[in-house]
């Protein structure tokens, strides 16, 4: 299945994403989020119905800090945050057979692409994994 796959490059987690949906057959067509020209609307429907915390990037410098609070942060202020700083937006954004995401949940990535995922069940592949005390990853391309 040919697979859209928004990353923000070097991303540890998205590279064993990628690869675990290259292992089970698919074609990546890998995209730079950080780069891509984003438009509320285009951005939005990769959300669905998943509440507006959801949607943001909980490593994000400004999640982090303090200074954007996605609990407290409604629809349309969050696309403009992320719009202005697409780091805000929570990765990966994939599409796929007519349908968007975001986000990579095993079990919800076995049910709609196939990942045989029996062999990475209970394993977390969205928290970053840069320990705290370490320099955080860069917020642009």
């Not at 490593?59 to 805000?88: F, H, R, Y």
Request: net charge negative; proline share 8%; glycine share 6%.
């Amino acid at each position: 299945m040919q697979i859209i796959f928004y990353e923000k490059p070097g991303c540890s987690n998205n590279s064993r994403q990628k690869a675990l949906l290259e292992a089970a057959g698919h074609e990546l067509d890998v995209r730079n989020l950080l780069v891509e020209k984003w438009t509320a609307e285009n951005l939005r429907s990769f959300f669905g119905d998943r509440p507006v915390a959801d949607w943001f990037n909980k490593a994000a410098p400004q999640v982090k800090s303090g200074a954007v609070d996605p609990q407290n942060t409604d629809a349309e202020t969050a696309l403009a945050l992320m719009l202005a700083e697409p780091i805000l937006i929570r990765r990966p954004l994939i599409e796929a057979a007519g349908q968007r995401a975001v986000g990579f949940d095993p079990a919800e990535m076995e049910a709609w692409v196939g990942l045989q995922a029996p062999r990475v069940q209970g394993v977390d592949l969205e928290t970053c994994r840069r320990p705290k005390e370490t320099a955080a990853c860069p917020d642009k391309p």
